[in-house]
């Protein structure tokens, strides 16, 4: 529902919640070793991510917004590394990742908030849509549809987050065929994200039942429904309410949450010991803010 009433990924929330499901399998039933929680939930949310992203890619081609001549060259760049960043993800430490994706929701956070920049580009390009064909120069479909498929697969998340500001620096785009764009990038790097956690994940111990390498199907079971039937109740309501308030609520709370995984994973891991300890503590922390 939050991705269709703000346009924001859904590994946003996905992850965080996975990570809080992990961290208490005296409730959840979820039983995984502790250092493969990042990875494991990293790689489920993009198995969430897969059919909600073609189900949004039928409604915009549906309303003729989907322009192949930017999604192909850059969902193939996108899907190459994808399987690169999947590899990354099972060589890097649990608690790396956690902090990774703690920045990255303070970024998420401070740009919905207009801390930092992007609001206004966007909001230019909204009120003066771009006229002619969309384009985008083959280097640059290169480097932004790698750098979009890497951290899709690295963080488990859409990827929106770096091909929006991405489409509306370089394409000639507006921004509803820019979230079209987007979404039809992100078709292309999770399933590739995902084949690439299946084949790392075989044989490693420690993963939930029913885990196809890094991916629980179990949990992205149990998640998908929820997730593709209420994505267009939150593009409905997006008609409705003051989403502009909303942005900045949920702005607060992705800043606040960021902060508190940054804050907790930096000193363990600059420290080296005690990781484990500081990291408990740090699920706890952010699963009770969840």
Do not use: C
Request: proline share 7%; hydrophobic share 55%.
């Amino acid at each position: 529902m939050l991705s269709g009433l703000l346009g924001i990924g859904g590994g946003t929330v996905l992850v965080p919640f996975l990570y809080l499901l992990m961290a208490h399998p005296e409730w959840s039933g979820v039983m995984a070793d502790p250092a493969q929680h990042a990875t494991l939930a990293h790689a489920t949310s993009l198995a969430v991510i897969v059919p909600t992203s073609l189900a949004g890619m039928v409604a915009f081609r549906r309303h003729g917004l989907v322009d192949w001549n930017i999604i192909v060259p850059l969902g193939l760049a996108a899907a190459v590394a994808a399987l690169v960043g999947a590899q990354v993800a099972v060589h890097v430490p649990s608690d790396l990742l956690k902090f990774l994706f703690g920045a990255l929701l303070v970024w998420i956070g401070a740009r919905m908030l207009g801390l930092v920049g992007g609001s206004r580009r966007e909001a230019a390009a909204t009120e003066s849509p771009p006229h002619g064909s969309p384009s985008l120069r083959p280097s640059a479909a290169l480097a932004g549809g790698g750098l979009v498929g890497f951290l899709s697969a690295l963080l488990g998340i859409g990827g929106g987050v770096v091909a929006v500001p991405l489409l509306l620096r370089f394409a000639r785009m507006d921004l509803h065929r820019v979230t079209a764009a987007s979404i039809g990038i992100v078709a292309f790097a999770a399933p590739a994200g995902i084949l690439s956690y299946a084949w790392a994940g075989q044989g490693v111990p420690g993963l939930p039942p029913g885990s196809v390498g890094f991916v629980s199907l179990p949990l992205a079971a149990a998640l998908i429904p929820g997730a593709v039937l209420m994505a267009p109740v939150g593009a409905r309501l997006n008609r409705s309410i003051p989403v502009q308030q909303l942005r900045r609520i949920f702005g607060v709370f992705l800043l606040l949450m960021g902060l508190r995984l940054v804050v907790v994973y930096l000193p363990a891991l600059m420290g080296g010991s005690g990781v484990g300890g500081a990291a408990g503590r740090g699920v706890g922390s952010v699963a009770g803010m969840v």
